[in-house]
Each structure stands twice: as structure tokens, then as C-alpha cells.
């Protein structure tokens, strides 16, 4: 059944928004969301359709996400109106210490040499995310969900350009690392061309043992060995992972963090994502500006935009992390009154001289740490015919995780997220490396009510540390500016490295940057690429859409 949707999805072309009265679904991969779509036609919720589609991007997307990784799921019920985040980070291992990446001379690590092998892994989260969801609002068997990977990844599925793209960058770096290369590469080593066929035996087995047999199955018993031995006996940094350590992994509900703005209500995850709060903060400080009245062609609302950004980051990574072992002041990086304080700092004629964080209510003296994202990760969205929403940032984090391979599934990387030096003058770095913690995140699954309450917009990114301004910026596309979600999505994007404002290359922005670094701040064009995924409710019912960027489509039920 499932092969026979996929001939008709690519015998006729669908375009990457997509409307229907009834279920949508959009994600960064075709396959992924004609998974999503079969899932939903067999019957299946959103939440089902979401996880369906996850499992799917593990095996066609494995450089960007996979049960060898974690996420973040935001849920409403449409009957009861209620929103829910469950948290599938990932965990770092009992015998992780504060200076996992600081050298022999007790300098940081260089950030490759710490990602390539054991150093890196993180317990997965997916596969017990992915169990809490379908217990709570699933309506299929659990093994239904695994159909369309399974057949994925045994019959096999067409390389991508994407796909492509990210072998020809790693495919060198893996002399060292044959599992990796004898799935991805050619009998010489030469990153597999666009077109060709991968087909993953090994995965196709690991899915159908946890189909059968449920979660347990991958977080003990043989499956558990063979990742605990690939972390072990990697060949670069072998590190311990144990049994005990996949055994005792716990994904979390969370209270979803929301704020107002302007006549919407604003929900996203909490710590360990940065996310919602750093939008939350981002759209706390333009409110008092006529962005609407501005407008995308006006270089003011952009820098604006830029503004805000350099000061959220700011407060970002000074003062967020895993709240079960730092004190991070949610209130207060939120709380009106401090972001007007942050917002008067903003000038329409000139930008600041620098970009300090702040002193929100309830903060405790900490020190400033930068932490490492790398643009990878994935995104995902649902929405059934019921009004069910689910919407999931899922990762391995950078391109193919650690580069460690068990059961045909990349492992992730993710303990490179945490912050490498865990002081500075004296004080701990939130975001330091501890036994059981999660490192911080990025991803930013979210969700946008009107002023009645209904859902009009859901809504997430991959990018690294440029999920927040991917997602920020399309919220405002919406929110301020009128636009639809897909022309939304495909307003220029803008980021920052160090002092200097990044806006992508070949778009507006970039015809703009002069007048915008004439207020200041040096502006330059760049590659600042995106793959958003969204739904979102017009008077014809509900729209997908997809990032003109990426690969992704938009799909009806």
C-alpha cells in the first residue's frame, strides 16, 4: 500500500503548500510526508502521522535526524484545547564530567575533533518520545507506525540532493569509520550520486524488533549492546555509555512556555530548548514597533529584527540550560516589563555599540558560555481531521551525528551542544557538561493561537542556532506583515556571527544590507540557508507549507 502512494506521489507532482478540510501534514523530505499522509488516511492521528514521518526522516534523512537521536513534540487536542511538549532530548552519559571536552592542556577541544566518535553520544530520546506520544493520543497500533520506514529502508530509497550534498562533505572524513561508509558510499569510498539506491538491511531489522517487541526493545536487550559496544569501541574517542544508561533514559513532559503577542498567544518548549523563550523575546522587544505599518521591504523592520536578535542571544546564553540542574529565570526572560526595558535599548536610527545580556527578574549571578549548534536537524508537522496538531523538531544534530553507526542507525552527536569550558571567571557556565543532563537546544517547535483561542499556525525549523531567527522571522512574516505561511517561510532570512548581521545571499535583504549597516552594524550577505516546515488555518480549511529551499512538501490526508 504504502509503495503504491509513493508512485503516485512522484508520478504526479504536488506542489510544497498543500489545503484540505480535513488532515495536512508537511515535512523536509516527500517520503517522509507521503508517511505521514498514508498514516493519516489509514485512520491515524496527528500525533500518529508525526511519528510515522520521524521514523521515515531516520532513513531517508539519517544526516539530519533518527531514532539514534532526540526531539521535541508540541501537542494541542483539538477536543480539549490543551497544549502539551514532550521533551526526547538527549541525555549525557553517568560517566560525563564537566571537562568531557577540555584537552590535557585545559584548553576547549576543536569542535570536529570532539564530534567524530564516542565523545559525542548522547542517550537517544526519539524511540521514548515517540512512546509517550502514542500512549497519550495515538489511534493506530504502534506497529503500524513503522510500515513505511521498514519498507524504506529495506527496499531501498533514492539518494537526494540534499542527501548528496551533506556525503560529498563527510565521506571524506570517514577512513576511519566503515559502517558509515560501506552504507553510504561506493566500494571506493566516493559519496553516493543523486539517484542512487541505498537500502539499510540493518535498520529495516532494528525497526521491526522495536515494532514487535515496543520501546523496550531498543533501549535494552541486544540492541542496547550494539550501541552501548559502538560507543565503547569507537574508533576515535571510545567513551563509556552503559546499559544502565539507555535503560534508565526518561523522556519528560514539560509545561509548554507561551507568552502574548500582540493579539496571538505564542507556545513553544521549555528548557532544555532555547527556543520558545528566545522568540518569545525576540517578538517581546519589536511589539512596540509598527512592524506591520514598516513592512518586509523596509530596511527599519529588519533591523529591527537584527536588534532584537543580538540581544535575545545575549540573554540565550547566559542564562539557559537543562532547568533540572541550573536555575533558569523563565518568568523573568519573558516578563513584559524586562523585555520593554530590553526594547528601549533598540533605536530605529542607529544600532548599539554592543549587545550585553540582561538582568531579568529572578536571575542568579552566572557567566556567559557560548554553546555549538550546527545547522543539521529536521522538521515535522500534523494536523487531522479532528484539529489534533502535532509538531516535532527532531535531530542526530550535525550532518550524520558522531559519525558512529549501530544497527544501520546513526548516532548523534549532541553532547557537543553542551558548552566545552564549564567555567568562566569562576562561576559555572549554565550549559556545562553533567551526568544526566541535556544539553542545551535550539529546536523550536511552535504553536500561535488567535485572540479566540483557536490555532492558526504551527510551526518549526532545522538550522542549529538558526532555528530560532528561521522560526522568529517566519512568525513575523505572518504575524506582522499579513503574509501566508509558505511566503512567510520564504522571506529572506537573517542571523549573526559575532557582531556582524548576516542576511542571505540573492534576496532582498541582501540588496538592503548597505542601508542596513549605514545605522551601525556591519550587515553581509551569506549563505543562510533554512528548512522550515508549517501548517497553518485559512477560511478554505487547513494549509501546508513547505521551505522553497529544501526538498520538503506539503501534503493533504
Same mark, same amino acid.
Not at 479566540?452 to 505572518?478: C, D, E, F, P, Y
Not at 549605514?518 to 551569506?526: F, H, M, Q
Given at each position: 500500500?504504502?509503495k503504491?502512494?509513493?508512485?503516485v506521489?512522484?508520478?504526479?507532482f504536488?506542489p510544497?503548500a498543500a489545503?484540505?478540510e ?7 523530505d516527500?517520503?517522509a510526508s ?8 489509514a ?5 500518529d502521522? &508525526?511519528m510515522?514521518m520521524?521514523l521515515? +526522516?531516520g532513513?531517508v534523512?539519517p !544526516?539530519?535526524s533518527?531514532? $539514534?537521536g532526540?526531539? /521535541?513534540?508540541?501537542?494541542?487536542d483539538g477536543k480539549?484545547g490543551?497544549?502539551?511538549?514532550i521533551?526526547?532530548r538527549e541525555?549525557?552519559p553517568s560517566a560525563?564530567?564537566p ?19 564516542g565523545l559525542?553520544?548522547?542517550v537517544?530520546g526519539?524511540i ?20 513505511p520506514?521498514?519498507?524504506l529502508?529495506?527496499?531501498g530509497?533514492?539518494?537526494?540532493e540534499?542527501?548528496h550534498?551533506?556525503l560529498?562533505?563527510?565521506a571524506p572524513l ?7 561508509r560501506a552504507?553510504?558510499?561506493?566500494k571506493d569510498g566516493?559519496?553516493l550520486p543523486v539517484g &542512487?539506491t541505498?537500502?539499510?538491511?540493518? +535498520?529495516?531489522?532494528l525497526?521491526? !524488533?522495536i515494532?514487535i517487541? $515496543?520501546?523496550?526493545? /531498543?533501549?535494552?536487550g ?10 565503547s569501541?569507537a574508533?576515535?574517542?571510545p567513551t563509556?555509555l552503559?546499559l544502565?544508561d539507555?535503560?534508565?533514559?526518561q523522556?519528560?513532559?514539560?509545561p ?6 500582540r493579539t ?5 518548549m521549555?528548557p532544555?530548548?532555547s ?5 518569545l523575546q525576540?517578538?517581546g522587544?519589536i511589539?512596540?514597533f ?6 518586509k521591504?523596509d530596511?527599519r523592520?529588519?533591523?529591527?529584527i537584527?536588534?532584537?536578535m543580538?540581544?535575545a542571544?545575549?540573554d540565550?546564553e547566559?542564562?539557559?540550560g537543562?532547568r533540572?540542574?541550573?536555575s533558569?529565570?523563565?518568568a523573568?526572560?519573558?516578563?513584559p ?5 530590553r526594547?528601549?535599548?533598540i533605536?530605529?536610527?542607529a544600532?548599539l555599540a554592543s549587545y550585553?545580556?540582561?538582568?531579568p527578574?529572578?536571575a ?5 558560555g557560548?554553546s ?8 515535522f508537522?500534523?494536523?487531522d481531521g479532528?484539529?489534533n496538531?502535532?509538531?516535532m523538531?527532531s535531530t542526530?544534530e550535525?550532518p550524520?551525528?558522531?559519525q558512529?553507526?549501530?544497527n544501520?542507525m546513526v548516532?548523534n552527536?549532541e553532547?557537543?551542544?553542551?558548552t ?10 549554565a ?5 544526566g543532563k541535556?544539553?542545551l537546544?535550539?529546536?523550536s517547535?511552535t ?7 483557536k490555532?492558526v499556525?504551527a ?10 531567527m528561521h522560526?522568529?522571522?517566519t512568525l513575523?512574516?505572518?504575524l506582522?506583515?499579513?503574509l501566508s ?6 522571506l529572506p532570512?537573517?542571523?549573526f556571527?559575532?557582531?556582524?548581521v548576516?542576511v ?5 535583504l541582501?540588496?538592503m544590507a ?10 553581509v550577505?551569506?549563505n543562510?540557508?533554512s528548512k ?6 485559512t477560511?478554505?480549511g487547513?494549509?501546508g ?9 506539503a501534503?493533504?490526508e
Amino acid at each position: 500500500m504504502f509503495k503504491r502512494a509513493l508512485l503516485v506521489l512522484f508520478l504526479f507532482f504536488i506542489p510544497a503548500a498543500a489545503i484540505a478540510e480535513g488532515g495536512v501534514v508537511s515535512s523536509a523530505d516527500p517520503r517522509a510526508s507521503a508517511a505521514g499522509q498514508q498514516t493519516l488516511r489509514a485512520g491515524g492521528s496527528a500525533a500518529d502521522a &508525526a511519528m510515522a514521518m520521524m521514523l521515515a +526522516l531516520g532513513v531517508v534523512e539519517p !544526516q539530519s535526524s533518527g531514532i $539514534g537521536g532526540g526531539g /521535541f513534540l508540541v501537542y494541542h487536542d483539538g477536543k480539549q484545547g490543551t497544549i502539551d511538549t514532550i521533551d526526547g532530548r538527549e541525555t549525557a552519559p553517568s560517566a560525563a564530567t564537566p571537562d568531557r571536552f577540555m584537552g590535557p592542556d585545559g584548553k576547549p577541544m576543536g569542535f570536529r575533533d570532539a564530534v567524530m566518535g564516542g565523545l559525542s553520544v548522547g542517550v537517544p530520546g526519539n524511540i521514548r518520545l515517540m512512546e509517550q506520544t502514542h500512549a497519550r493520543w495515538g489511534k493506530l497500533p504502534w506497529a503500524a507506525l513503522f510500515g513505511p520506514a521498514i519498507w524504506l529502508a529495506e527496499e531501498g530509497f533514492e539518494v537526494s540532493e540534499p542527501l548528496h550534498n551533506r556525503l560529498v562533505s563527510m565521506a571524506p572524513l570517514w577512513k576511519d569509520f566503515p559502517e558509515i561508509r560501506a552504507i553510504y558510499a561506493d566500494k571506493d569510498g566516493n559519496p553516493l550520486p543523486v539517484g &542512487a539506491t541505498v537500502r539499510n538491511p540493518k +535498520l529495516a531489522a532494528l525497526l521491526k !524488533q522495536i515494532a514487535i517487541a $515496543g520501546p523496550d526493545a /531498543f533501549y535494552t536487550g541486544d540492541a542496547a549492546k550494539a550501541l552501548v559496544n559502538a560507543v565503547s569501541a569507537a574508533p576515535h574517542h571510545p567513551t563509556a555509555l552503559t546499559l544502565n544508561d539507555l535503560a534508565a533514559y526518561q523522556a519528560k513532559e514539560r509545561p509548554a512556555v507561551c507568552a502574548p503577542y500582540r493579539t496571538y498567544k505564542v507556545c513553544g518548549m521549555g528548557p532544555p530548548s532555547s527556543g520558545a523563550t528566545t522568540i518569545l523575546q525576540i517578538l517581546g522587544m519589536i511589539e512596540r514597533f509598527d512592524m506591520s505599518g514598516m513592512g518586509k521591504d523596509d530596511p527599519r523592520s529588519w533591523h529591527v529584527i537584527a536588534e532584537a536578535m543580538m540581544l535575545a542571544y545575549a540573554d540565550r546564553e547566559k542564562y539557559l540550560g537543562d532547568r533540572d540542574f541550573v536555575s533558569v529565570p523563565m518568568a523573568g526572560l519573558i516578563d513584559p516589563a524586562y523585555l520593554s526595558r530590553r526594547s528601549k535599548l533598540i533605536s530605529l536610527s542607529a544600532s548599539l555599540a554592543s549587545y550585553d545580556a540582561g538582568n531579568p527578574p529572578g536571575a542568579e549571578q552566572r557567566t556567559a558560555g557560548i554553546s555549538s549548534e550546527v545547522a543539521g536537524t529536521t522538521h515535522f508537522v500534523a494536523v487531522d481531521g479532528d484539529g489534533n496538531v502535532a509538531t516535532m523538531t527532531s535531530t542526530v544534530e550535525g550532518p550524520f551525528g558522531s559519525q558512529l553507526v549501530a544497527n544501520g542507525m546513526v548516532l548523534n552527536n549532541e553532547l557537543t551542544d553542551f558548552t566545552f569550558t564549564p567555567e568562566r571567571n569562576g562561576a559555572p557556565v549554565a550549559n556545562r557538561v553533567e551526568a544526566g543532563k541535556r544539553p542545551l537546544s535550539s529546536m523550536s517547535p511552535t504553536i500561535v493561537y488567535d485572540a479566540n483561542g483557536k490555532l492558526v499556525l504551527a510551526l518549526g525549523s532545522a538550522g542549529g542556532k538558526r532555528i530560532i531567527m528561521h522560526v522568529a522571522k517566519t512568525l513575523i512574516g505572518v504575524l506582522d506583515f499579513g503574509l501566508s505561511a509558505q511566503d512567510a517561510i520564504a522571506l529572506p532570512n537573517i542571523y549573526f556571527r559575532g557582531d556582524t548581521v548576516l542576511v542571505e545571499q540573492g534576496t532582498m535583504l541582501a540588496d538592503m544590507a548597505p542601508r542596513m549597516s549605514a545605522l551601525g552594524r556591519k550587515v553581509v550577505p551569506s549563505n543562510v540557508d533554512s528548512k522550515v516546515n508549517a501548517i497553518e488555518w485559512t477560511p478554505q480549511g487547513w494549509r501546508g507549507a513547505a521551505d522553497p529551499r529544501s526538498v520538503g512538501i506539503a501534503l493533504t490526508e
